[in-house]
């Protein structure tokens, strides 16, 4: 069984170094975790991206198994807030770490994907973490593995919101 990779079937996870385009992005529910600090430094931005992936393979486990559609993770996502004077004072940002979860897995896949992280003890910040909707925000989609991939090489792509008038 082949699995769906968004990467290849969602308009909004593609891009070309270079290009800039307009596209819609659908409301899509994710994973979703908060925290502050600088992400290069603040344990919690670790800790954040341990809770996530756990609990994303779970769900990812859990569709291949239970209802036989099987995908691949999508890559992580960041939303970014900076409060004004502190552009340059990464201490004081705050950010929410992202996984799109595909439409077809409901709270319940969700619950039982937080219990199985929960019994193997592999994400520290579980209490934190929720499933939401969510659509209009500035987004980077981080095409590569930020804790593998040397920083010259990082693929991102940047979705910044506008309003056609």
Known sequence: MAGTDFKRTLDS??????????VEVPELTYLMIDGAGDPNTAPAFAESVAT???VAYALKFHSKR??????VVPPLE???????GAEHDRERWTWTLLLMVPDWLDEEAYAAAVET???????PRLAQLRLER???????????????????KLRTIL???VVSG
Do not use: I, N
Request: hydrophobic share 40%; glycine share 8%; no cysteine.
């Open 52 to 54: 996530l992936y756990p």
């Open 78 to 84: 960041g939303l970014w807030d900076v409060v004004s």
């Open 134 to 152: 969510l659509a209009g925000r500035h987004h980077e989609v981080y095409l590569s593995d930020l804790r593998r991939t040397a920083p010259e």
């Open 117 to 123: 992280a929960a019994a193997k003890g592999s994400a």
């Open 66 to 71: 239970a209802l036989e559609r099987d995908y």
């Open 159 to 161: 979705r910044q919101p």
């Open 13 to 22: 996870y593609r891009a070309k170094a270079g290009e800039v385009r307009f």
